[in-house]
Every structure is written in structure tokens, then in C-alpha cells.
């Protein structure tokens, strides 16, 4: 019991944990401060609204100041303030929601750093005091999620807007607006981020700060406000200043420099190269000079062709309009930066060009990237035209290189020089130095000429010319490359020296040939080269690898050389001998008819010689590489294996006589044939599909067609087997009462077969509650018997009774036929192929049926090796549900009850005695029949009451309970007595009692303290009733049983009787729980 309480109070713990956890785990979220007709207070001790310092004047807010607070509401009514309070360093994070704070408001921030959002437009007015007042080391920063948010502010007349600290502006828009000689801002210094600063004086622009300490801090965003410095990005200056006045100029960065620079006559202050991309402070303002745009580096062009001819371009991007150009020189064209009116600028001198992207109002020119226009080639140099000659003829003569001259300057030839070629291919002439003047052409000074007696091929040689300029030692370069050509010379041909190409007749083979060689060229000694069918040439007269049986053409001529090209060929045609081939539908070889042949390769070696060309392929040679060899030649050939036969499934006959056999799992490549006699089949013909319908009982064989390259497979043989042959049919029987005479009903046999009769071997039950009547053992053809019957047997018990009966026949038609008789050649041997069960199921071959059990599993073998399958004269069966329910008998009512015995509780009837017939015990019932009783005692009644009595027997196994008897019984109960404790018995109250004492079974038979003299009573002197050890009825016990029956009638008003009553609750209690306890 402790470890139970123990188990209450850790859950009732861990339950209130839990709710503490998830309420600490709750996101923390801002308090909402609404701003109305009092002042918000917000300080380090305390939140609420009033005056902190006046108890009764203030309403404090539950809150935590780390999750911030959402301020919102109107001041429109009167001047309230927002008062915030903290530590210095501490931070408090405010929203400010379309907050209106007028007549006379202000925020008063007396310590810590507070960081405002702006959601919508808010505003602050003060009219005698400054819009925000925070100390020197508080910070006030503005920001807003995009850029809607936006406060205005406005302090008094003479008054900062804001006075104090330092702010800085995040994001959205913060609109200072002072009156008087006040200042927007006053305080350490207010840096912009982002977002938009704006500072008004009356509705005009002012200064943001006319004194001498406040800072202005630009980093971002914009600034709307009068004396700022800007930014001149088209004259890469400071503008907006003084003109003639001078400016402290600092630079905000590492190693930058203090300076003081005045302004020119427009305001303006050039802005330094290392100022770019870096902070600088002009006075007590701070701005960011950007950096310029990086260089273009989409820019293309071309260089000038030759020289003096200024036609080199530029090329710039789609956007040409915002770029500009100039030459590097100071000297060249255009010498500033000019804006191209082309997407191409042309006419371009050689030299060196800027390119950059133009400044705008808002970004600085870019880096400009270097475009060079190189000078155009000097010097032209034209190489001599030397017409091709043909091998043996004699050299062309000397032809001048042309140079021209395209430069302004005079060009002095210094020298020629062999790049590539051989010395040898060329002879030169020159007389240098020579001179060309300006735009002038010297074809005299440089001769070629190709030397005499070259061999054929194409001579290129790459000369350098070094030159100079007029008036520079600096020497110049050109390069000429000249090509000169000798063809090859034509031979005379094999005919023209009347040779002629042939072969030996014993040198053909079915896949080589070899001709008789020629002699070389006399004239030239070009060696013969041969092809066969216009391949490529070989210097070999034997040719290998050729197709058999087949007509080549064989050519020869002389090669060509080095000088010669090839000559013309002569030809002849050759014809190969037959190879030996496989016949894949025959299965034969093909040979050369009389020729022999010596076969090995399958494990022996054996000599062939058919007279028909046609060999049979022997059953070793499948599967095996054979070598064929004859006098002249050797041969391989490869016997593929026969394929395996197919595995088709079939589906019999369903009734004699239907034809409708199927054959499935087949393909279109396959082809079947019927047995119709002994070794006797149609022929092979076209499966056409994946099954075969329509087939009569039948042994089939089944295989893969054979191809051009595959043989047959082997075969599958099929049976189809012939259709039931019965149709057996029997009466339901109806339900049989138990104990009922068994009633037969007729088997009807029906023999199906049109043509043959049918013996009858056996009818038989699967069941032993059903006994069989013989009848006819012979029907003709379609014919019926109804001379068989099946019975249920006697005294059957009640249940349901399904078995199989099963009609056993033989078919005439199955015996074989005499004409038939012992054409089996080898009765032991099974072909090849799939048994089929008689149901028209899927049967693949190797099991017995049930038509058939002794069925054997079947081999598939080549062609040609089939033996004859019949199907063997079997027994076959026909098997039809039978089913017999028996229900339960009914059985007779038994008598009208008769009384025994009675007290004013309970009333004893005479025990009527079993059924007779169906051994049922009697029931009883008080009620007319509502409830019934094995019991023909009633106890617990009422004193003085009637009741009616009925009787029935009971359900048993085989019948259903009887009617109610035909009569019934009214007994009334006695009436009570006064110091009836125990109830008032009848005459014979002693005798029953005593009767029924041996049960022990009394209700209340063990009293507590139950020492009656006389405790004999009803439920016995060693009764094992609920609550009593000495028997429910002792008269003069004070047995807790005469307790419990006062207390029932009410005499409850002794007072000893309450307290002996809850002692004795008390004691039981505890008993039950100590020995539960226990038990635990």
C-alpha cells in the first residue's frame, strides 16, 4: 500500500513539473504599453503607469523587461510622457506602433541604450521641451523591417529635437524637425546606416547641427538636410562647400591623413586617388567616398593591316552610349574622353587607347581598361609562282620574290635567310642591300629557281627577309614561303609485257587462293602487287580468309615508287571451293560430293565420303568444333548443341467428345505435329501463336523451328488426355431429426460419351456416417442409371455431415485398340514432354494425376527419336459433394410441479425425475417461465407472496428443451413472525432441514460468534455457508446471522445492535486488507 502511495505522489509530482516546464518554455513575447492619459514609466525596479514615486498615483505591470515592449496608444487628450529609467548599459528593446504623443509630450530617457522598431508612422511633439532627452553615454537607435516604419519628431521652441547621445538610423525614416534656435540634433553624434534621414526647420531643410561638437556619421541611406558635403561623381570632386573656404579633411581609415584643403571657386574638392572606397571627415560630417566601377572587359578590336593605313578598330558593348575613350598619348586622337558615336569606332592610328564606363549622378567613371592597336605589317612579300612539272622534265626557270613597300620611310633589304627547307631544292640570286622606296615594289632583288633532277614531291621552303627602316638601325623581319611541285611519272603494266594471272587448281581452296607470281617491271623494276575483290594491295600472291564457293576477282600491276605512279592492273576470276556447311533443317553437312573427308574433334577421328554431298549430322558431333580435312585443305566448323526442348503446358478435354484440348506457353518460332499411328506423325507444321486451342485427345510433340543458323530443338511431347466422360449428380438430402428413420437418395450417373460405355468400378463416401447401395456397373453411351444410392446411417448425433463422393470408372475407349496392339517399340521408354491432368489444369510433366496416379514423368528428345505414346486404359473418377444436417429432436413436457415444503422465505418443490427418453434433467421456474432453475428449491422470496410454478426439460446435446409443463402451481409463501429470526417452517420445517444440512451451502451459515445450543438448522451444524460455523438457524446463538435478519426488518433501534454492527464491519475490513496484504 506504501509503494502504491508512493506511486501516486511521484506521478502528482512529475504532472506538476510539467506544467511548470511548459509554461517556462513558452516563447517569450513583448508587454503592450498603451499610451493615454498617464505617463509610461519603464524603469529598472518597476513598469507600469503614473508616478513611480506615488504609490496610490501608480498602476504597476507585470512584466519582464528582457522581452521588450510594444508602446502604442495616443497622448491626444494631454501631455504624457514616456519615462524610461535603467542602469546605464542596460538595453530595452521598444516597438513603436503608430504611437501619437502630443500637446506637450516628450521621451525622457534617463539611463541605458534603447533600440526602437518603427512599425508604421509614429510621432513625438513636444512644445516646451526636446522630443527625446537621453545622457551623453545612452544610445538610440531607430530601425524598421523594410523601409515603412517612420517617426517624426519636433521639440519645442528653442529646443533640441534630439538632445544627447548618440543615435543611430538602422532602417525606415526619422524626420527631425526643430523651432527656433534649436538643433535637430545635439548630442555626441547621429550615424545613418540605412533608410532616410530628413532635418527641417519650419518646413525647410537645415542643418542638422549648427555648433561646433555634434558629428554626422554617413554610411548608407540618404540624408535630406542643408551644409552637407556631397559627392560630384561626374568632376571626381567634393562638392557643396564654400568656395575659398578651407576644410579639415581627415582620413577615417588606417595610415589615413589629416589635411587641410580649400575649395575652388565652384565648392569643390578634388578627391584623392587612395580616397576611393574609404570614410573621410570634412569637418564634424563623415561620408564614404564609393569606390569607382571595375574596368570593362567586354571591349574589342582589330590592328591596323599595313602600315600607314589608320584602320584599326574598337569595338565596344551594346551600351557604347555610356562608354568613352581616349588615346594614352597626350599627343594622340582624340587626346580627352570621348564619348563613341559608333558601336565600332574606326580609322584608329597604331598605339595605345583608354577605355572606361562615363561617370553618372550616382557612380564614378570606372577603371579603365588598355586597348592596343598594333602597327600593320611593312613590307608585302609575294613568293614566285613555279608551275608543277611531272618527273624527268626539266626545271622551270628563275622567278623574283615581289616585295612593296607600305611604310612612309625608305626600307632597306639586309638579307634572306632558309628558315625550313633543304639548300638543295633551290638555287638563289640576290644583290643585297637593296632599297625600296615608300609604296614602292622591287621584283629584281631576290631570284628562286628549283634545281634540276628532283624526285617527285612537293618542295616548301620558308625564307626570313631582314630589313631596315630609313633613318633606324633597328632591323625588321618578313617571311615568304615558296612551294614547288613534281609529280610522279606513269609506268607501262603487266599487259603491255604480256604477262598474264592465273591459279593452280590445286591451290583453290574453299578459303584460300594463291596465284602464280609475276615478274618485276623491266622498265621502272617496280615489284607486282596483287588484290582480290578491289581491296587493298599486297606485294603476296596468297589470299586467306575468302568466302567459299564464291567467284573473286584477282588483280595484279606493278607499284608505284617513289618517281612512278601504280600501273594499270590485269585481272582474272577465281572461284573457291564449296566449305562444308550445316544444313540446320536437315541436320546434315554440306560437302564437296566424292571428296573425303577425316571428321575428329568429338572424341574420335573418322573418314567420310558421300556420293550426295550430304553428310548426317552424328549425335557426338552436337555441341563439338569438328575438323574437317581433306588433301588440300583443313577446315573447323562448329555443331552448335540442340537447343533444349520447350516446356509448353497443356489443358485437357474437359467432357468426351468436346475437342476442346489446349496447348499453352508456345511461341511463334515453335511448330507441332500428332501422333496418328505407331512411329507415325503429320507433319511439322506452325505453332502461329502462344497456344494452341481446339485439340482433340492426342499425343503431340512440341520444339522450336529450326533456323539458318540454330537446329530444331528437341521435343516436347504432350498428351492431352480424353474429357470426363461422367456427369454424377445427387438429391440434397433434407434435415434429419435425431433419432429419425435415415431416408436415401438416389446417385444419378450420366454417361456423357456419345460413342463408347462406361464400367462403373466403384462408388465410395469419404465419410463413415453415410453408407452406399450398389447399382448399375455398365452404361451405354449417353445413357443415365439412377440405380446407385448413398444413405446417412442411424442415430447420427446432432451436426453436419460433408464429405466427397467419389464415382470410380473406366473408359472403353481408353483400352487400346487391336489394331493398335503392340506397337509400342520400346514400352519402357517415355518420350519427351508435359503429362496433363484430367481436371484441365496447368500439369507440367514428371507427377502423377488424379485421373492418372501412375502417370510417369516424360523426356524431351531430338526429332526422329519419338516413340509412340498412348495414354494407358485407367481408372478414372467423377467427385460430388454430399451433405446431411441433423437437427435436434423435441421431447415431451414433463408434469405439474407439486410442493414439498415452504417457509415465509423460500418454497421447496418435488424433484420430478429425468426424461426418459432423453435422459434431460427437469427445470423449474417461479415465474411462469421467464427465468428457469436446475434447483427445485426457491430461496430469498418474499413472506406472505404467491408464486406460480412451471416445469420443463432442459436442452441436451440431441434434443431441445420441452414445452412448460401443461399446468402450473400456485404457492404462497408464510407469513412472518415477530422472533422469526430464521423464518417460519412448514409441518415438515425440522425434516427439510435436516434433509438439506449435508449441503453446508446456507447463506448466511457462519455467525460470528454462532454458539446457538440447537445449531441444527436449515443449512447444517458444520455448514460452510458465507458468514456461519455453527448453522444460519441456531435458536438461541447469537449468531451474526440473527443480526443481519433484524436488520433486514428493520429493528434496528438498540443501540448495542449499531455498535456490534460497525465493530464487526470494522473487523472484517481489516481482515480483508491484511490478507490482501498478504497476498501482495
Not at 555648433?211 to 552637407?228: P, S, Y
Not at 609485257?497 to 622498265?523: C, F, G, M, W
Not at 428457469?932 to 420443463?952: C, H, M, N
Not at 409463501?973 to 434433509?995: F, I, L, M, Q, Y
Request: proline content about 4%; hydrophobic content about 30%.
Amino acid at each position: 500500500m506504501k509503494t502504491k502511495r508512493t506511486f501516486v505522489k511521484l506521478f502528482v509530482m512529475a504532472c506538476f513539473l510539467a506544467v511548470l516546464w511548459s509554461g517556462n518554455t513558452k516563447a517569450a513575447s513583448p508587454t503592450t504599453l498603451t499610451m493615454g492619459n498617464k505617463d509610461i514609466y519603464i524603469g529598472y525596479d518597476k513598469v507600469g503607469y503614473g508616478d513611480p514615486n506615488n504609490p496610490t498615483a501608480f498602476t504597476e505591470v507585470t512584466s519582464d523587461i528582457n522581452d521588450g515592449y510594444i508602446i502604442t496608444g495616443s497622448t491626444m487628450a494631454g501631455g504624457h510622457n514616456l519615462i524610461i529609467n535603467l542602469n546605464a548599459g542596460t538595453n530595452l528593446s521598444l516597438t513603436f506602433r503608430s504611437l501619437e504623443m502630443a500637446s506637450s509630450s516628450h521621451i525622457e530617457i534617463r539611463g541605458g541604450n534603447v533600440k526602437i522598431q518603427l512599425e508604421g508612422i509614429s510621432s513625438v511633439t513636444s512644445v516646451d521641451n526636446h522630443a527625446i532627452q537621453q545622457p551623453a553615454d545612452s544610445t538610440l537607435t531607430f530601425l524598421s523591417s523594410g523601409s515603412s516604419g517612420e517617426i517624426k519628431l519636433k521639440g519645442g521652441n528653442g529646443k533640441n529635437t534630439i538632445n544627447g547621445g548618440t543615435v543611430i538610423i538602422e532602417n525606415g525614416t526619422v524626420t527631425l524637425n526643430k523651432e527656433g534656435n534649436g538643433n535637430p540634433f545635439e548630442g555626441e553624434s547621429i550615424k545613418i546606416k540605412n533608410g532616410t534621414l530628413n532635418c527641417y526647420d519650419g518646413g525647410k531643410l537645415t542643418e542638422f547641427n549648427n555648433g561646433n561638437h555634434a558629428e554626422l556619421i554617413i554610411e548608407g541611406g540618404k540624408v535630406n538636410a542643408a551644409g552637407l558635403v556631397g559627392i560630384s561623381y561626374e568632376n571626381d570632386s567634393l562638392k557643396d562647400l564654400k568656395s575659398g573656404t578651407s576644410y579639415t579633411v581627415q582620413g577615417v581609415y588606417t595610415g589615413g591623413e589629416t589635411s587641410t584643403i580649400t575649395a575652388d571657386n565652384q565648392g569643390m574638392i578634388g578627391i584623392k586617388a587612395e580616397w576611393f572606397g574609404k570614410p573621410l571627415k570634412i569637418d564634424r560630417q563623415q561620408i564614404t567616398i564609393p569606390n569607382r566601377p571595375g574596368k570593362p572587359n567586354i571591349v574589342k578590336k582589330t590592328d591596323e593591316t599595313v602600315a600607314g593605313e589608320k584602320d584599326g578598330t574598337i569595338t565596344f558593348p551594346a551600351n557604347y552610349k555610356l562608354m568613352q575613350y581616349k588615346s594614352a598619348s597626350s599627343t594622340g586622337i582624340p587626346a580627352d574622353w570621348t564619348v563613341p558615336l559608333y558601336e565600332t569606332i574606326e580609322g584608329l592610328s597604331p598605339g595605345d587607347y583608354q577605355v572606361r564606363a562615363q561617370a553618372t549622378a550616382t557612380a564614378f567613371s570606372s577603371e579603365y581598361t588598355t586597348v592596343t592597336i598594333e602597327k600593320g605589317r611593312i613590307l608585302t612579300i609575294n613568293a614566285p609562282e613555279f608551275n608543277s612539272i611531272t618527273y624527268g622534265q626539266a626545271a622551270p626557270s628563275s622567278s623574283p620574290v615581289s616585295i612593296q613597300n607600305h611604310d612612309a620611310n625608305t626600307v632597306t633589304i639586309q638579307a634572306i635567310k632558309w628558315e625550313s627547307g633543304s639548300k638543295d631544292w633551290y638555287e638563289l640570286t640576290t644583290t643585297f642591300p637593296f632599297q625600296i622606296n615608300t609604296k614602292d615594289t622591287n621584283n629584281s632583288g631576290i631570284l628562286l629557281k628549283p634545281n634540276e633532277g628532283l624526285d617527285a614531291g612537293t618542295y616548301t621552303t620558308k625564307f626570313d627577309i631582314a630589313f631596315t627602316l630609313d633613318g633606324s638601325q633597328t632591323p625588321e623581319h618578313g617571311e615568304v614561303t615558296v612551294t614547288f611541285t613534281v609529280n610522279k611519272a606513269d609506268q607501262k603494266g603487266p599487259a603491255d609485257h604480256n604477262q598474264t594471272l592465273r591459279a593452280d587448281a590445286n591451290k583453290i581452296t574453299y578459303n584460300s587462293v594463291i596465284l602464280e607470281a609475276l615478274e618485276p617491271s623491266p622498265d621502272t623494276g617496280s615489284k607486282v602487287n596483287y588484290r582480290v575483290d578491289g581491296g587493298p594491295w599486297q606485294e603476296s600472291p596468297e589470299f586467306k580468309g575468302l568466302s567459299s564457293n564464291e567467284k573473286h576477282v584477282f588483280e595484279a600491276c606493278y607499284a608505284a615508287t617513289k618517281n612512278y605512279n601504280i600501273s594499270p592492273s590485269i585481272s582474272t576470276e577465281v572461284t573457291t571451293e564449296k566449305a562444308a556447311t550445316i544444313l540446320y533443317d536437315t541436320n546434315q553437312l554440306d560437302v564437296i560430293s566424292g571428296r573425303e573427308y577425316e571428321i575428329s574433334g568429338y572424341g574420335a577421328t573418322k573418314k567420310y565420303t558421300s556420293d550426295t554431298g550430304l553428310i548426317d549430322i552424328d549425335e557426338k558431333w552436337y555441341g563439338k568444333t569438328l575438323t574437317l580435312k581433306d588433301f588440300k585443305s583443313t577446315q573447323t566448323l562448329k555443331v552448335p548443341a540442340l537447343p533444349k526442348a520447350p516446356t509448353p503446358k497443356s489443358k485437357d478435354e474437359t467432357i468426351a467428345g468436346a475437342t476442346d484440348g489446349e496447348i499453352s506457353g508456345l511461341s511463334t518460332s515453335m511448330e507441332f505435329r500428332k501422333k496418328t499411328g505407331r512411329n507415325s506423325w503429320t507433319s511439322w507444321d506452325a505453332v502461329g501463336g502462344k497456344i494452341l486451342e481446339g485439340l482433340e485427345p492426342g499425343t503431340y510433340e512440341i520444339r522450336t523451328a529450326a533456323t539458318d543458323k540454330s537446329f530444331a530443338s528437341k521435343s516436347a511431347t504432350v498428351v492431352i488426355l480424353k474429357g470426363r466422360s461422367l456427369d454424377v449428380t445427387v438429391t440434397e438430402f433434407e434435415d434429419m431429426v435425431y433419432g429419425s428413420d435415415p431416408v436415401s437418395r438416389v446417385i444419378t450417373i450420366e454417361n456423357l460419351d456419345k460413342e463408347n460405355p462406361v464400367n462403373i468400378e466403384g462408388v465410395a463416401v469419404a465419410s463413415n456416417a453415410f453408407t452406399i447401395t450398389d447399382g448399375d456397373k455398365y452404361i451405354k453411351a449417353s445413357e443415365t442409371s439412377d440405380t446407385w444410392k448413398v444413405q446417412p446411417k442411424a442415430k447420427l448425433n446432432v451436426d453436419t455431415y460433408a464429405a466427397e463422393l467419389t464415382v470410380t470408372y473406366t473408359d472403353t475407349s481408353d483400352e487400346e485398340d487391336e489394331d493398335n496392339s503392340g506397337d509400342e517399340e520400346n514400352p519402357d521408354e517415355t518420350p519427351g514432354g508435359d503429362e496433363q491432368n484430367p481436371d484441365g489444369e496447368q500439369n507440367p510433366g514428371g507427377e502423377g494425376t488424379e485421373n492418372n496416379p501412375d502417370a510417369q514423368s516424360i523426356e524431351a528428345k531430338a526429332d526422329g527419336e519419338a516413340e509412340d505414346v498412348e495414354p494407358k486404359p485407367e481408372l478414372r473418377t467423377v467427385t460430388v459433394p454430399v451433405s446431411l444436417n441433423v437437427v435436434k429432436a423435441q421431447q415431451d413436457a414433463p408434469p405439474v410441479p407439486a410442493e414439498k415444503s415452504k417457509t415465509a422465505t423460500s418454497i421447496t418443490l418435488e424433484t420430478i425425475p429425468n426424461n426418459p427418453v432423453s435422459g434431460a434433467k427437469a427445470q423449474y421456474s417461479k415465474d411462469g417461465g421467464k427465468s428457469w432453475q436446475d434447483s427445485p428449491t426457491f430461496t430469498g422470496l418474499s413472506p406472505d407472496k404467491e408464486y406460480t410454478f412451471v416445469a420443463r426439460y432442459s436442452e441436451t446435446d440431441n434434443y431441445n428443451a420441452s414445452e412448460i409443463s401443461s399446468g402450473e402451481i400456485s404457492i404462497t409463501t408464510d407469513e412472518k413472525n415477530d422472533d422469526d429470526s430464521n423464518g417460519v417452517t412448514s409441518k415438515d420445517n425440522n425434516k427439510n432441514n435436516n434433509s438439506n444440512g449435508t449441503n453446508g451451502n446456507g447463506t448466511n451459515g457462519t455467525g460470528t460468534n454462532g454458539t446457538g445450543t440447537n445449531g441444527t438448522g436449515t443449512n447444517g451444524t458444520n455448514g460452510t455457508g458465507t458468514n456461519g460455523t455453527n448453522g444460519t438457524n441456531g435458536t438461541n446463538g447469537s449468531s451474526s446471522n440473527k443480526l443481519l435478519s433484524s436488520a433486514k426488518t428493520g429493528d434496528l433501534n438498540n443501540i448495542q445492535l449499531w455498535v456490534a454492527l460497525l465493530i464487526g464491519s470494522y473487523l472484517s475490513c481489516a481482515v480483508i486488507v491484511k490478507s490482501r496484504l498478504k497476498k501482495f
